[in-house]
């Protein structure tokens, strides 16, 4: 009798390319790149070795985790493109990247960031509101970072020009245990 064997979750991260102002955003960073390989799931990201992005990789790799990195070829010297990952991909340019990186991604996760995570969670969060796909988001609210980012989306709603359900579409998380639960559930 053959037994079907689930590949592991795929989490895709997305988060700033330097480190913030605050170490409690590179500590996250790596307790989420530790808690991804300690539960046998699996890193899709940016495929950088700087800021956020580098710490989540170097921790998910230094726990033995696996590591899916895509990066686009003109960003392999500004983000120090990691090519020691288990799978490391260079696309042709950034619409590629985020591409490669969504179709193999199960969940998707938003550390504090800048404009290019922004760019990131809306794509998603768009793709979702018009229905593309059914991924869980998950922003993950450091020291409450993203607050604005929610009065944003609040205000935008309440002025009519977004429904009441956008906010349903992603949900906002402020630590790394509630967010190992959010995303363990996903297969449970
Ligand atoms: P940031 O949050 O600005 O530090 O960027 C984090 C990551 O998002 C980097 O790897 C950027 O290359 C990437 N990114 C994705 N889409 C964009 C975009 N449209 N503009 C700038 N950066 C982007």
Redesign the pocket.
């Known amino acids: 009798m053959s037994q079907s064997v689930q590949s592991p979750l795929s989490v895709c991260v997305?988060?700033?390319?330097?480190e913030g102002g605050k170490p409690a955003y590179m500590a996250a960073a790596t307790d989420l790149g530790r808690v991804i390989a300690d539960e046998g799931w699996r890193l899709v990201y940016?495929a950088?070795d700087v800021?956020l992005?580098g710490a989540v990789a170097r921790a998910t790799q230094a726990a033995g985790g696996d590591t899916f990195g895509v990066i686009p070829v003109h960003?392999m010297n500004m983000?120090v493109g990691k090519r020691d990952l288990t799978s490391f991909v260079v696309t042709e340019n950034?619409h590629e990247?985020?591409k490669v990186m969504f179709m193999n991604s199960d969940a998707i996760v938003v550390l504090p960031?800048?404009?290019?995570?922004?760019?990131?969670f809306f794509e998603v969060l768009t793709w979702k509101q018009i229905g593309l796909h059914d991924k869980p988001i998950f922003l993950l609210s450091i020291d409450d970072y993203w607050a604005p980012l929610n009065a944003l989306i609040e205000h935008i709603i309440a002025q009519g020009f977004a429904a009441d359900t956008t906010a349903q579409l992603y949900k906002t998380i402020s630590s790394i245990e509630a967010l190992t639960e959010a995303l363990r559930a996903i297969r449970t």
Not at 14 to 18: N, Q, V
Not at 113 to 120: F, M, N, T, V, W
């Open positions: 997305y988060c700033g390319a330097r940016g950088g800021g992005m960003l983000e950034m990247r985020k960031g800048g404009a290019g995570s922004l760019d990131e």
